[in-house]
Structure formats: structure tokens, C-alpha cells
């Protein structure tokens, strides 16, 4: 019944597929509103696992969810199929490389088609910088976003059309020069905000209505009641990555990090990019700790480091928790995993 969408729209909205990269607070929001709308597939991509501080902002995710540690887009798929049973899922346990993203987006699949949208659910920078690489590379909108504290942005860079993410910031910042969530939290309706103009922007280019887009990077605290809207200017044609056509973060050139620490929590996520065989690793870990399996991963309590916990992916990723320390977290991985 809305002007600008109509029967038509609809059947585009059933016939598309949107890929959302992090299934945090944003990415929760995004998912459970575009579902809603009825898009036809969609694909879920994040590393991490529910815990109990998700619960605050993270609307797909319950207790029992966390009791049970599960894969975000393992509890995310559950709670989205009861939400729309007729939307494709896509989930994928995985941590968003360059030598991996294209796949994991959907790109390069002969069986799956290839998204019509990219929504922004992640929390660093260097991923960003990747997924701004893959949207230009294959001409696909971008919905850029980030939340922390009450202040929220967001933006929608269009190929062609628009500047792209390296046009504003050639460079991530550096660190310290940003809040986190570990230093100053986020609130809980600047996530739905955001997520909402997120998702709206691919309503319109879905339905074929881009030129309703604003063209412009929008900013707020809502807790102190600001508002900033900045123009996004035309392509810049030095720009290393949409004027040069230069991928350095998909190329792997970029500066992802192989130990990072996860956002709000104590836990440092260690990938040796090689692959793990739960099984094998589970039957070897087995005396050492305790040990419990998933469909998705493999969670290890040693016995001789009781504060630490290892939840280990098939990919070759784990998650420690128990430290904020990368080379404590290396050490751990190396001491358990090898590598």
C-alpha cells in the first residue's frame, strides 16, 4: 500500500537477496526488519557466539541462547524462521577475510544469486574497509553504519553515483582515536535507529527507488540530542579504491589482524586461516578439560587454566575468552590448537 512500493516492489523485495557482514546489535536489528519486509534470501555472516552482555541490544538473541553459547546465526536462523518462514538463510559461522568474503557474500556461487545490497553490521574498521572493497569491485550499494555510546552513523555509498567509504577516510583511524564499546557501552535504541535508516536505504534501492536516497552521511547522539548530516560528494577520481579501482584490503594487503579483541567482551579471537577437525581436535583436547560440541564449533574449559574458555570454529578461528591480551590469546591457541 506505500506510494513508491506497491505489488511491484513487494515481488522484488521476494525475488532479492541482502547479505548482512556481523550479527551484533546491528546486525540483529537489520536482519529481524528486512526479513519482516519480506526479502527472499537472505545471508548472515559473523564469528561470534551469545553472551549474556549481547542481551542488552541484541534483539534476535535470549538467555537461553547465551546458557547455551550458541553461534550468533545459529540462534539468528532460529529466531528469523519463526519470524518468516519463507525467507532463504544463509548462515555462515565464519570470519570475513580477503581470501574468503567474496564467497561468503554470495559472489562467485553459480547457485546463489548475487546480492542486491550490503548491510553494514560490523565493528571495526579494517572489515569495513573490505566490505567497501567488495562493493565497488562487484557495483553493489554498501550500507555503511556504526553505533557506540548513544552515537550512531550512517550512510549509503552507491558505485558510480556516490563517494565510497576510502573517499571520506582514505585510513581507518588509528587506535584510541575512536570510542569503543568496551570504553564507553552502547544504548539500546541508537542500534534501532541506525538499523532502521539502514534498512529503509535498501528498501529503496531494492524497489528501484535509489534516487529517494538522501546522498548524504548522517550522524547523531541521541542521548544529547544531536543531529549532523553531511552531503556525500560525487566519486573522488583519485580515491585508491572506486577511482583507482586499487582493492588493497580484499587483495589482503589491508591491515586485518589474525588476533583482535571482540568488542565489549574479555575474549581475543586467534585464526591461523588453516582448517580444524572437530572431531579429532575434541577426542585430543578431551583429557585435558572439559569439552562440548555444536554443529558449528567446539568449546574447550582446560583444565589447568580454569579462567579460560576456547571456543574453536572448523575454519581454524577460536575465540578466547578469559584475556584481553592478543599474545596471551596466541600464546593459548599455540599451547592447545598448535600453529
Known sequence: MLTGIGTEGQARLRAAHV???????LGCALADQIARAGVGMLTLIDRDVVEWTNLQRQCLYSEADAVAGLAKVDAAVARLHAIN???????????????????????????VQRPAVL????????????????????????????????????????PNVTACLRCLL????????????????????????????????????????VGMLSGSLVSFDIWNNLRRRIALPAP?????????????????????????QICGQETVQVWNQAAIDLEVLAHRLGPLGIIQR????????????????????????ALIKGTK????????????LGG
Open 236 to 260: 573522488d577520481p583519485l580515491c585508491p579504491c572506486c577511482g583507482l579501482r586499487r582493492f588493497s584490503y580484499l587483495e589482503g594487503t589491508g591491515t586485518l589482524d589474525d588476533a583482535a
Open 119 to 158: 548491510l553494514d553490521g560490523t565493528d571495526n574498521f579494517a572489515t569495513r574497509y573490505l566490505l567497501n572493497d567488495v562493493a565497488i569491485k562487484h557495483g553493489v550499494a554498501y550500507c555503511y553504519a556504526g553505533v557506540v555510546a548513544s552515537q550512531g552513523t550512517q550512510a549509503t555509498f552507491v
Open 325 to 336: 591480551d592478543p599474545a596471551r590469546a596466541r600464546t593459548l591457541y599455540a599451547r592447545y
Open 294 to 317: 555444536t554443529r558449528a564449533m567446539l568449546r574447550f574449559d582446560p583444565a589447568d587454566a580454569p579462567a579460560i574458555r576456547l571456543t574453536i570454529f572448523p575454519d581454524g578461528r
Open 85 to 111: 518462514a519463507e525467507v532463504v538463510l544463509r548462515p555462515r559461522a565464519a570470519d570475513a577475510t580477503h581470501a574468503n568474503i567474496e564467497m561468503l557474500l554470495g559472489f562467485g556461487e553459480s547457485d
Open 170 to 209: 582514505p585510513s581507518p583511524p588509528s587506535p584510541g582515536d575512536t570510542l569503543t564499546c568496551d570504553t564507553a557501552g552502547v544504548l539500546g535504541p541508537a542500534v534501532h535507529i541506525v538499523a532502521s535508516a539502514q534498512v529503509a536505504d535498501a528498501i529503496k534501492i531494492i524497489t528501484g527507488n
Open 19 to 25: 547479505a548482512i557482514l556481523g550479527m551484533g546489535a
